[in-house]
């Protein structure tokens, strides 16, 4: 086959607007594929791609949540076939590393990506955002970045499992390990934070509480399973959580916004030897400091979550069976639908607060 041009959001330098231009899809290495996009979230990784928050390596193709049609498939591709429905990921584990080998693939060192690059129209290369690239009518990625699912979901719902949903989730699920009939507190009702709500009503736990200074958000959080809410604009969230939980804290407190003040807060709003899982991404100049005798004294656990410690093989076609079965609502995360020339808009919704994913569709 020929090389393929299609249609794809780029950002050519540090905070400037987006651009919709051609760009170009070589045909597949022997374990690549080229899938065509059918939805993809608009997560904040993209804006931190746009702004410089990840590096310099402009021009990026943007986009990562997502999902769709495989289209192609190279010579050695076994993983996923032709006409396969797929969500895409950004850990397609490479199976030979120490991490792998240790039977910690969640901590895999070597993950795949394509083994040839995209380029802009006139060669330019092309970084794409998390080795997707799914701002686009079609991408180029590595067979084990396909996980298949269920055709019969939404791709625009099933996409979102690629990024921050699964962190959310995971961050409850697979790193808190929560347990049946546990407490559990959720700082940070933004997508993440919420979908860590999902995931601890799913995990069974009995008492949800959601922490935030937006009392939207806060309604948002009840709606996926919170059983209490603080507005911790106007209420101290430590004492608000020790109040709900007998005085002890929570069994679990989740970080999900990822600054050294939250972070302080889930350390002491958790129960003795309770689990903090942080899941909310610091920027590299912020430090913590806490007293290191308290560190001692309250044991437990202190773990940060990375793309919610999910194996997408294992997680993602359990949880959209769970959806499809009417146990997970992962259609209520899609606030609006928007075209592929939206994505700049998406972004101002996002900073404002106003949406918990836009989801582009092609």
């Known amino acids: 086959m020929s090389d393929t041009t299609v249609k794809g959001v780029v950002s050519r330098a540090k905070g400037?607007?987006?651009?919709?231009?051609?760009?170009v899809i070589p045909e597949p290495g022997p374990n690549d594929v080229i899938v065509r996009i059918q939805a993809c979230g608009v997560c904040h990784t993209?804006?931190?791609?746009?702004?410089?928050?990840?590096?310099?390596?402009?021009?990026?193709?943007?986009?990562?949540?997502a999902a769709g049609i495989v289209e192609t498939v190279g010579e050695r591709v076994k993983h996923v076939a032709e006409g396969d429905f797929v969500v895409l990921n950004w850990r397609a584990v490479c199976g030979e590393c120490r991490a792998c080998k240790k039977g910690e693939p969640k901590y895999c060192f070597d993950t795949?990506?394509?083994?040839?690059?995209m380029t802009l129209a006139d060669g330019t290369e092309l970084s794409p955002a998390l080795g997707i690239g799914a701002f686009a009518e079609k991408t180029l990625v590595h067979e084990g970045q396909c996980t298949k699912v269920d055709d019969k979901a939404d791709p625009a719902v099933a996409g979102l499992l690629g990024c921050g949903v699964m962190a959310?989730?995971?961050?409850?699920?697979?790193?808190?390990?929560?347990?049946?009939?546990?407490?559990?507190a959720v700082i940070g009702c933004g997508g993440v934070g919420i979908a860590a709500i999902a995931g601890a009503k799913l995990a069974g736990a009995a008492k949800i509480i959601a922490v935030d200074v937006d009392p939207a958000k806060l309604e948002w959080a009840k709606d996926f399973g919170a059983t209490d809410v603080i507005d911790s604009k106007a209420n101290d969230p430590v004492e608000g959580i020790k109040a709900l939980t007998g005085g002890f804290g929570a069994?679990?407190?989740?970080?999900?916004?990822?600054i050294p003040e939250t972070y302080k807060q889930a350390f002491y709003a958790r129960d003795l030897a309770g689990r903090v899982v942080l899941v909310g991404v610091p920027t590299p100049e912020m430090t913590l400091e806490l007293p290191f005798l308290d560190f001692f004294s309250r044991g437990g656990a202190l773990k940060s979550s990375w793309y919610g410690d999910c194996l997408p093989e294992r997680d993602f076609p359990m949880l959209v069976d769970l959806h499809l079965d009417g146990r997970l609502p992962l259609d209520k995360f899609v606030t609006e639908r928007i075209g592929i020339d939206g994505v700049e808009d998406a972004f101002a919704a996002m900073k404002a607060g106003k949406v918990l994913r836009s989801v582009v569709e092609l």
């Open 112 to 117: 795949h990506n394509a083994s040839k690059s």
């Open 168 to 184: 959310g989730m995971g961050a409850a699920m697979n790193t808190g390990e929560i347990q049946r009939g546990e407490s559990v």
């Open 46 to 65: 993209d804006l931190a791609y746009r702004d410089g928050g990840i590096n310099d390596e402009y021009p990026f193709l943007l986009g990562h949540e």
């Open 16 to 23: 400037e607007p987006l651009e919709l231009v051609d760009i």
């Open 251 to 258: 069994d679990v407190v989740v970080d999900a916004v990822g």
